[in-house]
């Protein structure tokens, strides 16, 4: 793995299993990821614990991995009980690794960890130009892109090599195919592409495999092809509606909306605002948020009960919508129901807001339209102490 696209771990343990926890960390290192893992003596001061659990958490929101290093050490500490509600409560997906099994077994884990980084980018010559722009934008997200068109070495065996990457990535990734009208001939090296996805694939097909179409007609003529017959089962990304310059944006935006959780949109997200991966990009992290704002409406309507911390936050900041602290604070205070961290936002934002109305009304700047902010409940709710 290339070292500009390393992917950032964190590791949760028990301090007791610091030395079974190194092994794991010096696998990952080898492997090109960023791992870390804390040895905090200081824990044990009750004075820093607020401190402490503080750093731990803004260390968990930066990386985009997380692994929960089972033992029974592990399953004891509040500390690393803590960690998993906080992953948990965030909507994002982490691993478990037992460290008390073989290393044979570690190691088996942890490729398995590995490959789902993975994805392989299939499309006709004619399409490079827009593969590539996809797969840089891609490579943002600490996935490992691979396309048969840069990333075959000389001396390679290119049949071998295309299989075993697109097997890797049908079972322990994705498969993206950008498709067109030569699809449709029986020679396509696209066609082949797909085909062996689709049988590698098997029962995995659906969530592996992501088709790609830039013109709705098309899949219609799909429909009657008897090998790509599978592929016509699985929804694609229809990019038809849109100019030629915004296709590669809306691809990878609906991408994302597939293989990441709304919690791990948002991390990224405030890493590329904050520059944590060594330089800013505000303008990725404005689409992210947009992003993770549509999916956490979605979800509200479905009676997600994570939605709403996510909701919280994107109204408090502008994030993906309209700055709203009235809506903000609503959603906060559902989202405190389940998940106690909300509690603090809640408060804090209730007692600002609550505080700038009342000046307002003191000083005659309010208006009844000032008031109306918050939509669920149409009332100005003051915190109780």
Excluded at 170 to 194: F, H, M
Excluded at 203 to 225: G, N, R, Y
Excluded at 265 to 293: T, V
Aim: proline content about 3%; some cysteine.
């Amino acid at each position: 793995m290339k070292e500009d696209n390393a992917i950032w771990v964190f590791l949760s343990h028990s301090n007791k299993d610091f030395e079974q926890v190194r092994i794991l960390r010096n696998l990952l290192e080898d492997n090109g990821f960023r791992p870390i893992m804390l040895y905090l003596r200081s824990k044990e001061d009750s004075s820093k614990v607020e401190e402490l659990r503080q750093l731990i958490f803004d260390e968990i929101d930066h990386r985009n991995r997380f692994i929960y290093c089972k033992s029974s050490n592990a399953e004891a500490s509040k500390w690393v009980d803590e960690e998993l509600k906080y992953i948990k409560s965030k909507d994002r997906i982490f691993e478990t690794i037992d460290i008390e099994q073989s290393e044979a077994r570690i190691i088996e884990q942890l490729n398995d960890f590995r490959k789902k980084s993975n994805i392989f980018i299939s499309c006709h010559r004619d399409d490079i130009e827009l593969a590539k722009s996809i797969a840089n934008r891609l490579k943002k997200y600490e996935f490992n892109v691979w396309n048969d068109y840069e990333g075959i070495e000389p001396g390679d065996c290119i049949v071998d090599n295309i299989t075993n990457s697109l097997s890797h990535a049908v079972n322990n990734g994705y498969v993206i195919t950008l498709l067109n009208d030569r699809i449709l001939d029986p020679g396509s090296w696209v066609r082949k592409e797909v085909i062996t996805a689709l049988h590698l694939g098997k029962i995995h097909t659906e969530q592996a495999i992501i088709p790609v179409i830039k013109d709705s007609l098309l899949w219609d003529k799909l429909v009657d092809d008897v090998e790509l017959e599978s592929l016509c089962k699985i929804n694609p990304i229809d990019s038809s509606d849109f100019e030629p310059a915004e296709h590669s944006d809306y691809i990878v935006d609906e991408i994302i909306k597939r293989i990441l959780p709304p919690g791990a949109i948002l991390s990224h997200a405030q890493n590329f605002e904050s520059g944590f991966y060594g330089h800013l990009d505000i303008e990725e992290a404005k689409k992210l948020y947009a992003i993770c704002f549509k999916i956490a409406v979605h979800q509200e309507r479905i009676g997600s009960d994570s939605a709403n911390g996510i909701l919280g936050y994107c109204y408090e900041h502008g994030y993906g919508t309209e700055q709203n602290l009235g809506l903000a604070i609503d959603y906060y205070r559902e989202a405190a129901k389940y998940f106690p961290k909300y509690q603090d936002h809640y408060k804090r934002l209730s007692q600002q807001f609550y505080k700038n109305i009342s000046s307002s009304i003191e000083n005659k700047q309010v208006f009844p339209k000032d008031l109306n902010l918050f939509s669920k409940n149409k009332i100005l709710h003051k915190w109780e102490q």
